[in-house]
């Protein structure tokens, strides 16, 4: 199937729940998941068998749903979003979109609230879809300009972490201009990061690009600068989880170093963003919340077993202690450009104020 036609999440054919890839057994295992009920859903959320900003937005909203059926009073609207929304503290758009379902479902008398709230979240997975397409052909602009500078070889593309289809309900946000630029002939090269702890970039980037047939070369997280100093990335690329009113921006733990390799090196460094990450009631990146998550994800492993078992090793002596922030903040002054669905805008106040009431469904 082409990127664009890749989904991660779909509703139940009864419309009782979601259905979403189990991505803790990517690459080596695609297995799907039925969320039935709104506990199923946080807590999908919280252990990342879904991740990626738009998408756990997205599931969030349908989880609110499911929550309706069983309570639609105000008082059950309010716990299950809060529940919903503590999930993860980082990406906003899981508020963005429980906050969405709320305002919509809020007026309405509780026999209703059930089905508008479902409506709503299908309306907020679709619109992704189209929002990730237009950042795409926005971005594939950026891709041409940068590849004609550099006539007679592929344009070399450095991402982070995944903001793929996997972590939206399509396309991707870095990714949806280089699903583009390949689809119309580009040639093009991505460097993975493979994105430790976690590993987004060696287990789900890797996987979308070798899916799509998109060359790619995984690198370790280390490798980014050294390439930057060799000629070997035209531009970086990333997604992210907020974006403060001032544009600073935060995404996935190593994002910082690379913007400041890249701006050693006079890489450009362009930030894929749906306005749905805008968090324009955030002044600046230093107040986001950034999840720290559990030591073992440092100190041990995942991967494929010969006998084809997924297991989890050690890697660091056992007892070793071990702090795992999982995200960072890339000051705007290190940010070439937002790739948004309206366009290309500088990481600034001035240019995010602008847009600060274009952000879909918004007046629902
Ligand atoms: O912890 P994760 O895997 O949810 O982090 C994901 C990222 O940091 C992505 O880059 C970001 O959410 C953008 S996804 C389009």
Request: with cysteine; aromatic share 4%.
């Amino acid at each position: 199937m082409a990127p664009g036609g890749e989904r991660p999440l779909r509703e139940l054919a009864e419309r009782d729940g979601i259905e979403i890839i189990d991505q803790r057994a990517l690459p080596h295992r695609l297995t799907w998941g039925a969320l039935r009920d709104a506990e199923a859903v946080a807590d999908a959320i919280a252990q990342m068998w879904l991740r990626g900003a738009p998408l756990i937005g997205a599931a969030a909203a349908y989880g609110l749903a499911l929550a309706l059926r069983r309570d639609a009073g105000d008082a059950g609207l309010a716990l299950a979003a809060a529940r919903l929304a503590a999930t993860r503290p980082t990406a906003v758009n899981l508020a963005w979109a429980l906050g969405r379902v709320r305002r919509r479902v809020q007026p309405l008398p509780p026999a209703e609230r059930a089905a508008a709230a479902w409506a709503e979240a299908g309306r907020i997975a679709e619109e992704d879809v189209a929002t990730n397409g237009a950042i795409g052909e926005h971005g594939l602009v950026l891709l041409r300009e940068i590849a004609a500078r550099r006539p007679g070889r592929p344009l070399r593309v450095l991402t982070h972490c995944n903001a793929g289809w996997l972590a939206t309900v399509g396309w991707g946000t870095a990714t949806a201009p280089i699903y583009k630029a390949h689809a119309a002939g580009l040639p093009i090269e991505v460097w993975v990061d493979e994105t430790r702890p976690r590993n987004q970039g060696a287990s789900l980037t890797a996987w979308e690009l070798a899916r799509a047939g998109v060359p790619h070369r995984l690198v370790a997280d280390n490798a980014g600068g050294h390439l930057m100093q060799r000629g070997e990335v035209d531009l970086v690329i990333v997604g992210c989880d907020r974006v403060a009113a001032n544009g600073d921006v935060c995404n996935k733990i190593g994002t910082y170093l690379k913007a400041l390799a890249a701006r050693d090196n006079g890489v450009p460094f362009y930030v894929a963003m749906p306005l749905s990450t805008f968090d324009p009631g955030l002044p600046g990146g230093d107040a986001t919340p950034i999840e720290e998550r559990s030591a073992r994800e440092v100190t041990h492993i995942a991967g494929l077993a010969e006998d084809g078992r997924i297991v989890e090793v050690a890697l660091a002596p056992e007892g070793t202690d071990a702090a795992n922030p999982a995200f960072d903040v890339t000051p705007a002054r290190l940010v070439s450009g937002l790739v948004t669905e309206r366009g290309v805008f500088a990481a600034n106040a001035q240019a995010l104020g602008a847009l600060a009431g274009a952000r879909t469904g918004e007046a629902t």
